[in-house]
C-alpha cells in the first residue's frame, strides 16, 4: 500500500518500517510543512478576528444599534 500524505513536505522522522505492524490512525512518520504551518497560522488569525467581530457585534446589539 502507498501512502500519501494530504499536504505537501517533509518526512523528519519514521515511526513504522516495513513489516511492522500498524493500528488504523496510529502515527506512520511526521513531516514538516510549510504550506500547514501556514494554513494554521491564517486559522488562529481568522479564529481572534471572529471572535472580535462577535465582541463588537455584541456590544453594539446592546447598545441597541441599528446593525443592519
Do not use: C, M
Not at 522522522?13 to 514538516?32: F, Q
Amino acid at each position: 500500500t502507498h501512502i500519501t500524505p494530504y499536504i505537501p513536505g517533509t518526512v523528519i522522522k519514521v515511526y513504522k518500517n516495513l513489516g511492522d505492524n500498524v493500528k488504523k490512525g496510529g502515527i506512520l512518520a511526521e513531516i514538516v510543512s510549510q504550506e500547514l504551518a501556514e494554513l494554521k497560522s491564517e486559522y488562529f488569525f481568522l479564529k481572534e478576528k471572529i471572535k472580535l467581530l462577535n465582541t463588537t457585534f455584541k456590544k453594539a446589539e446592546s447598545r441597541g444599534d441599528n446593525l443592519f
